[in-house]
């Protein structure tokens, strides 16, 4: 079976510098995939020219046997691709129904109100405030509304880019069943965390990742339990 | 004005003096209206008479007795009124006026301010006691759950009272000259402000929220009707005219800058554009195309033309971003004035005249109606400018509909987007360049069409009508409005075009008055005077007790909704 996506040889760079040097990975249908690593590993930015914001200087990136590298990034989103990004960037003036009908906006089919349900069912939250500026959330309910804004667009894959990024423990906890969720109801996800232990519980797969370069492989069991892991990201000596 | 209020405590010793001070200061604002204001008997329409009140001692009277009603209840306030809020705005509006007044109407055009008499001292220690009263309240948090709740049919009422008193409200204001105008202007804006500010506002705006249809046909009917209160005389009408053209061509400036967050300071050359293809293809004698195409042909055809001009400015400008787009469009504006400059048979091909312009643009004709003509319906004359007002209401209706369809469906969503967060827009699958050509070209569309109606209300065209200034006061007339509303719009683009026509005594200061007046706005209201609650919110993010009424109101609405 051919992979979801796959990532060969990819190399990012932000004018000299290089942010990602030849990085290779996949994602097979129904996986959770976690790219970990520390503030300035690339995670980032892999994610970031996946989804079509930067381009690649070498290397590929096939998404479902089509490749990525010259497709705009508003079709990449049609193609099923979701890429809910860091810091959220929900819109924070728009209501939440807006900023989720936004996050089906490469869609014309009559069924997004029915996925406006699902997202709310998701987040019960979110319906119960559907007519509030999204900027009134608190953290956690703005990760939430940035979750559910991805599902909008029935993706195949969702990016999800540091979803705990500044929660409590409590929401963090929330935030990661939803993955979990997510994937039982068939969505392939890849994760890119720095809470390395909450995420690569949940993933099937990992890579650990250090100044642009995959330095670890393996699933999420494997990686637990490396001593290199263990000490790197998990502060256990 | 919130800066401007006493610490709790003063309000706690003395709030219970408030409404005594309210009503103290409002019965002298009320006297001062029966005073005489001026040794001199020529300014203001003579208000040197004692006990005859006329013009603004009327208007000053009116802002007394509503100082009295605020001061009574005071005394029983409703949960969801905040009478003192309302006495604030009254009480420096009252200031307002009187220092106007008397320094300028009085004090400059009888040449001595020794010419004023008692009654505007008085008023001004009344406006003061109502300021007083206003600071003295203590604070109270609105709940909006006790609105009246009125069956629709009352709703509708209430709409349409709403709607008779503002067509009374401008056909008088029209009737008025200079400082009479300017003093029932200040007191229009110191009793509605101090009637919407006591929560009323809030709640009128509920009630238009629930009757969006009813709401628009009054306001429509209103506008309809306007033409009957002016006797067929023209002198108003022309005004309205040139307001509804600019109202149009700022609607569809809204949408580049209100929705897309574009900032573009070029947009009078759309409007140009489609004033000279409206006279190109006209008949006159001076007109350089010889096809002379029906004139909803014209119409099509100078939209169609500004919305490609909007393409070929837009596909180079919308690469670059925020002030750079401001001058690159700026630019753009200023080649829009040269090119019909130069384009004369000397310099280029023969196709504007150059600075002489397309003058003698016949009257419209549709079916035998001859829009130059005055027409008599139903005992009722109608001149010149009547008919081209109608066209232009036809025309200005069309333009709401279509900003309004386009703010609610996606693609307005997808201009908003762009506007907060052009990145995330993207990672949304929103085409970002697309739709901010798109925004550029319906934008310019609009403005085409408005264009060549304009061509033949104004009967000539030349490049001197599009200079820059022009554009300045297009994104004015949207930002003192309410960026991104239509009523908002409307209301900037009415009250740029009618104070120069009304204030000809002081129109050299005029471009310094409008500067002052966008400072005084951006201190005291940014997001404009009418104002969607999400702008409101942006500007007044640490006021509490705003958010917390947003989010009541919300819910009210929600329910309205659900049922």
């Known amino acids: 079976m051919s992979a979801m996506l796959e990532v060969k040889d990819l190399e990012v760079a932000y004018g000299k ?47 479902m046997g089509k490749d990525l590298t010259s497709v705009p990034a508003h079709e990449i989103v049609s193609l099923g691709l979701a890429h809910s990004p860091e810091g959220r960037r929900i819109f924070p003036k728009l209501t939440v129904e807006e900023n989720l009908l936004l996050g089906a906006f490469s869609r014309k089919d009559r069924e997004i109100d029915s996925d406006l349900q699902a997202a709310y069912e998701l987040f019960p939250i979110l319906e119960e405030r559907s007519k509030q500026p999204a900027g009134t959330f608190s953290g956690g309910e703005q990760q939430m509304l940035a979750m559910g804004r991805a599902m909008m667009s029935r993706p195949k894959l969702l990016m999800l880019d540091e979803p705990s990024m500044g929660l409590s423990p409590l ?15 068939g969505t392939t996800i890849l994760l890119v965390e720095q809470n390395a232990q909450a995420a690569l519980k949940r993933a099937t797969k990992g890579y650990v990742l250090e100044v642009g370069n995959i330095v670890l492989a393996g699933t999420g069991q494997e990686l637990l339990a490396s001593d290199d892991v263990r000490k790197a990201y998990l502060g256990e000596d | 004005m919130s800066k401007l209020t006493l610490s709790d405590d003063v309000r706690a010793t003395h709030g219970s003096k408030a409404p005594m001070l309210a009503m103290v200061g409002g019965a002298l604002v009320l006297l001062s209206g029966l005073l005489s204001w001026s040794a001199d008997s020529t300014v203001l329409d003579d208000v040197s008479v004692r006990f005859y009140p006329i013009g603004a001692q009327i208007y000053i009277m009116v802002m007394g007795v509503t100082a009295i009603v605020l001061g009574v209840l005071l005394r029983k306030r409703p949960a969801w009124m905040s009478p003192g809020r309302g006495l604030r705005i009254l009480g420096w509006a009252t200031i307002a006026f009187v220092l106007l007044l008397a320094l300028f109407a009085i004090g400059y055009e009888t040449g001595a301010l020794a010419n004023l008499n008692e009654g505007l001292p008085v008023a001004l220690v009344g406006g003061v006691l109502v300021l007083l009263a206003g600071m003295v309240t203590p604070e109270v948090t609105l709940d909006v759950r006790r609105w009246p709740k009125l069956s629709s049919s009352l709703e509708i009422v209430v709409i349409v009272v709403m709607m008779a008193f503002l067509l009374f409200a401008v056909a008088h204001a029209l009737s008025l000259e200079s400082w009479t105008f300017i003093a029932f ?4 804006v110191g009793v509605a402000g101090a009637v919407l500010g006591t929560g009323i506002g809030g709640y009128l705006g509920f009630v238009g929220a629930n009757n969006r249809r009813p709401l628009l046909l009054a306001a429509f009917l209103v506008a309809f009707l306007f033409p009957f209160t002016q006797d067929g005389s023209d002198a108003n009408m022309s005004i309205a005219t040139q307001i509804i053209i600019f109202a149009a061509t700022a609607l569809g400036l809204n949408i580049v800058v209100g929705l897309a967050g574009l900032l573009d300071l070029g947009y009078i050359a759309f409007l140009g554009t489609g004033a000279y293809v409206g006279a190109m293809m006209s008949q006159s004698a001076f007109a350089t195309i010889g096809w002379k195409p029906p004139f909803l042909v014209v119409m099509l055809i100078g939209s169609l033309v500004a919305a490609t001009f909007g393409l070929i400015i837009g596909s180079p400008t919308l690469r670059v971003s925020g002030d750079y787009l401001a001058i690159v469009t700026l630019g753009f504006g200023e080649i829009f004035r040269l090119a019909m400059f130069n384009l004369d ?46 066209l232009l209401l036809l025309l200005i209706a069309f333009v709401i509909l279509v900003f309004s369809r386009l703010n609610d469906s996606r693609l307005g969503r997808g201009w908003v987007a762009i506007r907060e967060d052009e990145r995330a827009a993207e990672a949304m699958g929103v085409n970002v360049f697309g739709l901010k050509l798109l925004a550029f070209a319906v934008g310019a569309a609009l403005a085409g069409i408005a264009g060549t109606i304009k061509a033949h209300v104004d009967t000539s065209v030349s490049p001197d009508q599009y200079i820059f200034l022009e554009s300045a006061f297009l994104l004015a ?87």
Do not use: C, W
């Not at chain 2, 202007?185 to 229009?188: A, K, S, V």
């Not at chain 2, 002489?356 to 005055?374: C, T």
């Not at chain 2, 204030?503 to 409008?514: C, I, K, P, S, T």
């Not at chain 2, 919110?537 to 819910?555: K, R, Y």
């Open chain 1, 171 to 185: 929401m963090m906890k929330r935030i990661m069943s939803t993955v979990t969720t997510l994937q039982e109801q």
């Open chain 2, 345 to 390: 048979g000397n310099n280029g091909p023969k196709l504007t005249n150059g600075p002489n312009g397309i003058p003698g643009i016949p009257d419209l004709n549709f079916f035998g109606f001859d829009f130059g003509e005055s027409h008599s319906i139903a005992g009722f004359e109608l001149g010149r400018f009547a008919n081209y007002y109608l």
């Open chain 1, 17 to 63: 510098i290089k942010a990602v040097k030849g990085i290779t990975f996949d994602v097979q249908e129904g996986e959770v995939v976690t790219l970990i690593g520390t503030n300035g590993a690339g995670k980032t930015t892999t994610l970031r020219t996946i989804s079509g914001l930067l381009r690649p200087t070498k290397g590929s990136i096939t998404f």
């Open chain 2, 185 to 188: 202007l200040l007191m229009l």
């Open chain 2, 477 to 563: 007339a949207v930002v003192l409005g309410g960026m991104g509303t239509v009523v908002g719009v409307l209301v900037g683009a009415s009250i740029l075009k009618l104070l120069p026509e009304k204030l000809r005594e002081v129109n050299d200061y005029r471009l310094l008055a409008f500067g002052l007046l966008l400072v005084i706005m951006m201190r005291f209201r940014p997001e404009g005077l009418v104002a969607s609650k999400r702008r409101q919110l942006e500007f007044h993010e640490d006021d509490e007790e705003l958010v917390a009424l947003t989010q009541q109101e919300h819910l009210l609405e929600a329910q309205a909704e659900a049922k």
